[in-house]
């Protein structure tokens, strides 16, 4: 079964600072793998994903993930954090088969002026 | 253009009563559309998905159930509420490329 492990539930950095959101996935096949963010009372926005393309992965708002086989993970970063970063990010894998999308438990992320 | 349409985006319920949640999906046909359940302080946990019309799986035993009487709507209901039933539902659609897109979510509050 594929399963996804977010490390930390809190991350906190200082405004301009590097984010480093760490992932690490479990799966038997090749997966498809997806960060998504989520402010206060709203649904999910996607913000990347990972389909066996490149292995560096470029999304929204300067956001990037790097997936690597070696280590399974799928690591999220941003060079400068911004205000507008805090909110809270979860990564998925796709269960293919039936196609399902299995989530971590989330990264809060916290950004300090 | 593809839009996923999720309400009521609040709901205050007392324990015993029913509940239906409503999702519907425009701009595509025969879609995946799944409902997650997003509880105080926990991740999301998948409640059910439906490949098409009338076909449902169930993730995860609970006082839930879902129906989709029609192609792109997918309705979440119970009976008589629980106050674990409170949390924050999601519904979602499988578009192409393998992402899923996200309602904006229903915040359910069981007293």
């Known amino acids: 079964a594929q399963s996804v492990t977010q490390l930390g539930s809190h991350v906190s950095v200082s405004e301009g600072a590097l984010v480093l959101l760490r992932c690490n996935y479990s799966s038997s096949v090749p997966p498809y793998l997806f960060w998504y963010v989520q402010y206060p009372n709203q649904g999910l926005q996607l913000l990347l994903k990972?389909?066996?393309?490149?292995?560096l992965v470029k999304g929204i708002n300067g956001f990037e993930a790097e997936f690597k086989k070696s280590e399974t993970s799928f690591h999220l970063t941003k060079p400068s954090a911004h205000m507008s970063d805090a909110a809270e990010y979860f990564c998925a894998v796709n269960q293919d088969s039936s196609y399902k999308l299995i989530f971590g438990s989330g990264t809060r992320l916290l950004v300090r002026p | 253009s593809q839009t996923i349409h999720q309400w009521p985006a609040t709901l205050v319920q007392p324990v015993g009563s029913p509940l239906s949640l409503e999702c519907t999906v425009e701009?595509?046909?025969?879609?995946?559309l799944y409902w997650y359940r997003q509880a105080a302080g926990r991740g999301l946990q998948l409640l059910f998905y439906s490949v098409g019309i009338g076909q449902i799986s169930s993730e995860v035993p609970q006082n839930l159930s879902a129906s989709r009487p029609q192609d792109r709507q997918f309705i979440l209901s119970s009976k008589k509420l629980l106050l674990s039933d409170s949390g924050f539902y999601l519904c979602a659609w499988r578009s192409v490329g393998y992402g899923y897109t996200f309602g904006s979510g229903t915040r359910l509050t069981v007293v």
């Open positions: 990972y389909t066996s393309a490149a292995t």
């Open positions: 701009g595509t046909s025969n879609p995946n």
